[in-house]
């Protein structure tokens, strides 16, 4: 069983920055595609980001292309998500997610074995 913890959300004014940050316990990230989801009040959870770890091989959805950037620490075991140029419309829930044995990254939510708390991002404008 994996266990992911999300941090790094918070209240920020448009066209400023966060990072979010998710770490794995008690296993490693080897082998897992770790992705970034969102969730908005009265909306459906939709993709944000995902990274193979393994090969560093990367997917966004196009909202958040040039302004998300997902990366990963191996070292400290974490996935990060840092986000610019943040927009009232990325207010929402933010949950990490690791897909176990995959070496692409993972756009599609079912695929995901495993799931964070999530964390509050709210971008006032």
């Known amino acids: 069983q994996v266990q992911l913890v999300e941090s790094g959300g918070g209240l920020v004014q448009a066209g400023g920055s966060l990072r979010l940050s998710c770490a794995a316990s008690p296993r490693t990230f080897s082998n897992y595609a770790v992705g970034w989801f969102r969730q908005a009040p009265g909306q459906e959870r939709e993709f944000v980001a995902s990274i193979a770890w393994s090969t560093g091989d990367t997917a966004y959805v196009n909202s958040v292309k040039d302004r998300f950037t997902i990366s990963r620490d191996n070292a400290k075991n974490t996935i990060y998500l840092q986000m610019n140029s943040l927009k009232p419309e990325d207010t929402a829930v933010y949950y990490c997610?690791?897909?176990?044995?995959?070496?692409?990254?993972?756009?599609?939510?079912?695929?995901?074995?495993?799931w964070g708390q999530g964390t509050q991002v709210t971008v006032s404008s």
């Open positions: 997610a690791a897909d176990k044995d995959s070496t692409s990254p993972t756009m599609l939510k079912f695929r995901y074995d495993y």
